[in-house]
């Protein structure tokens, strides 16, 4: 083995850890995936998705027609009706059922909820807003603030339906207008219609038996309930669970940032764990003005953008603006593909260097565990047996450590769940440990039909179904035009840049496209536009020449909602994914498709 080799070479057995991987996800593996979670709605704490925040504002129904319309206020609808109000076109507006901007940033205010996106390149619109980002990772009340900035700042306020959820989508062929029906009783119109409703904004329950019984106090954490907690989302200490034993259940991103914040007041907490999240180093700092001031010069924000997209795994970035944890990962990839003989290089070798740096990178956050937690066996359970891309990666330098406090207890379940909720606690190993408040760290829909989500059915020319035409899987041009539906724009990662570890790019790349392509309908007078048949197939087509869903969604992977909790996700699945020369190309690309202004594979009619 020559020098450069043996310096790559695995310092583990791989062997065996791939066998602890197998038998952690076999324990987990169950035959009800997605159906062992139940909906907030109709359960007992259906109330809470009533909007605890904002009240309800009484207004008339609108029957009017505007320009654009866009389903959705979070990152998705700011960023396009901001590209939109950039190009001149005023007349947005966004239809939303929380009580303001933000989506997920509206609903979760949980304790310690933060970007786990370095800031600089997760907050959209900084240059436009001219905002300095306070932290590295800044806080949610930050990200909410800047949501609210955007909408100010682009006049999006004024046109905005709030606590309005759409109940049906429908083209009208005869006038070429969308009818956007909603359940405040509104029928309104518009030319266009752009829809960004998030992946993950429908809270789930897990399934557990008995979970209605439980007398005491419980809540979903995207509806934190700081009436009972005490505390705020600014971080204020939760004083009134002093005297409160509290369960949290699941052990994900969400309750990652939330433990350590419960653990300092609550006079016991238990924390329920299914499966390990994997926990590196967070390393947060504040942005200091004057270092700010240095590198925010014209064009910044773009040049970050870039700069983190390609210091993923497909890029080729010669600096690393952001130094994070995604970028760790990446870096360590490239420099093991690097290290190998450029002979006979085969994609089998680089996806064995792939699979070798997440083995050690899960070697390294194994040991921090044992580095930090004090108590030998709570430390082993809090290892993540799995690559790092199975689940959701966290970072966090306050997690572990809570585990150091005498009032907060790790309740391993091995990989089996909460057996049983009574009427008085939580039920693990056949032991109920009597608590007065429950918090559901529990997660959002993730594989249920886009309908179920959205919460409404899109229905374009000839009444063709979103549902219908999509029966076989998600088929666009760019993940942003659908044959069929003229007119409309999904404003979403898939089929287009598929760029994972921050989203925000994605959208604010589309919100670009579309503003580019509306502009240009109205300058030529055209009052449908869609992409034809022959290019939307061909951009399927295309997309399936490339690599699949790597990691995500890979079947030997610990059970979660990136592979559909461990089963056979059917064949429509294998159509979520991206560009196949990755994110940064395809960025490249649609630059080069729009400044080309030919809308190849778009119809102007
Ligand atoms: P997750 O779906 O990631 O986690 C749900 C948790 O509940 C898991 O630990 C799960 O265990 C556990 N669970 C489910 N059923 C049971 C059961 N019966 N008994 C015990 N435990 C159970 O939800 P989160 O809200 O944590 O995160 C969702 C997503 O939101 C993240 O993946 C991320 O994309 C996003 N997010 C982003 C943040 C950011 O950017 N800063 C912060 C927070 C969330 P198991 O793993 O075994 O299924």
């Given at each position: 083995m020559d020098g450069s080799r043996a310096d790559t070479a695995p310092t583990f057995d791989k062997a065996a850890l791939l066998a602890r991987y197998r038998e952690e996800r076999d324990k987990r593996l169950r035959p009800d995936g997605n159906a062992q979670y139940l909906e907030l709605k109709g359960s007992h704490l259906a109330h809470y998705l009533d909007d605890p925040y904002t009240p309800m504002v009484e207004r008339a129904p609108k029957t009017d027609h505007v320009t654009f319309a866009f389903v959705g206020g979070g990152f998705a609808g700011l960023v396009t009706g901001a590209r939109l109000v950039e190009a001149g076109i005023k007349d947005v507006r966004i239809v939303e059922k929380g009580g303001d901007f933000g989506g997920a940033w509206y609903w979760n205010r949980y304790p310690g909820a933060q970007c786990d996106t370095a800031s600089m390149v997760y907050m959209p619109l900084l240059e436009e807003t001219g905002h300095r980002p306070t932290e590295k990772y800044a806080h949610a009340p930050e990200i909410l603030a800047q949501c609210q900035r955007i909408g100010r700042q682009f006049g999006l306020y004024d046109n905005a339906l709030f606590h309005t959820e759409v109940t049906d989508l429908a083209w009208d062929d005869a006038e070429k207008r969308w009818v956007i029906s909603t359940n405040r009783g509104d029928r309104f119109t518009a030319s266009f219609i752009g829809l960004g409703t998030g992946p993950l904004h429908v809270p789930k329950l897990p399934g557990i038996p008995g979970i209605e019984d439980f007398k005491g106090h419980s809540f979903h954490t995207s509806r934190w309930d700081y009436a009972y907690t005490g505390g705020d989302p600014l971080g204020a200490p939760m004083e009134k669970l002093r005297d409160k034993r509290v369960a949290i259940i699941g052990t994900g991103a969400t309750s990652v940032q939330a433990v350590p914040h419960l653990a300092k007041t609550a006079g016991q907490l238990y924390v329920f764990q299914r499966t390990p999240s994997s926990v590196d180093v967070r390393a947060n700092a504040p942005i200091d003005e004057d270092w700010f001031e240095g590198i925010a010069t014209p064009g910044w924000q773009q040049r970050w953008l870039e700069n983190f997209t390609a210091n993923q795994a497909m890029g080729n970035a010669t600096e690393d603006l952001v130094q994070d944890g995604w970028t760790d990962l990446s870096r360590r990839i490239r420099a093991k593909i690097a290290a190998l003989p450029r002979e006979g290089l085969t994609p089998q070798k680089m996806m064995a260097a792939f699979e070798d740096s997440d083995f050690e990178k899960m070697e390294e956050i194994r040991s921090r565990v044992d580095a930090i937690v004090q108590d030998h066996e709570t430390a082993q359970k809090l290892k993540a047996w799995y690559r790092?891309?199975?689940?959701r990666p966290c970072f966090h330098d306050a997690y572990l450590q809570a585990f150091n406090n005498p009032n907060v207890t790790l309740v391993d379940t091995?990989?089996?769940?909460?057996?049983r909720i009574t009427e008085t606690g939580v039920v693990v190993g056949g032991r109920e440990y009597p608590v007065d408040c429950i918090i559901y760290a529990s997660g959002f829909e993730v594989g249920t039909e886009y309908k179920r989500r959205a919460g409404f059915e899109v229905a374009g020319r000839d009444g063709l179904k979103l549902s219908e035409a999509w029966a076989e899987g998600m088929k666009t041009k760019h993940g942003t035009h659908v044959r069929g539906f003229p007119n409309l724009f999904f404003v979403q990662p898939t089929q287009g840049a598929n760029l994972i570890s921050n989203v925000p790019h994605n959208l604010t790349e589309s919100g670009r496209t579309i503003a580019l392509t509306i502009k240009h309908a109205l300058d030529v007078g055209a009052r449908e536009v869609e992409v034809t048949q022959e290019a939307q197939d061909a951009w399927v087509s295309l997309l399936l020449t490339g690599p699949g869903r790597m990691m995500m969604g890979a079947s030997d992977c610990t059970p979660g909602y990136y592979n559909n909790e461990g089963q056979d996700p059917g064949p429509a699945a294998k159509l979520n994914v991206g560009y196949p020369a990755g994110p940064s190309a395809y960025f490249r690309y649609l630059e080069d498709w729009r400044s080309?202004?030919?809308?190849?594979g778009l119809e102007f009619r």
């Open positions: 790092q891309l199975c689940k091995e990989g089996q769940g909460v057996e080309s202004g030919k809308f190849e």
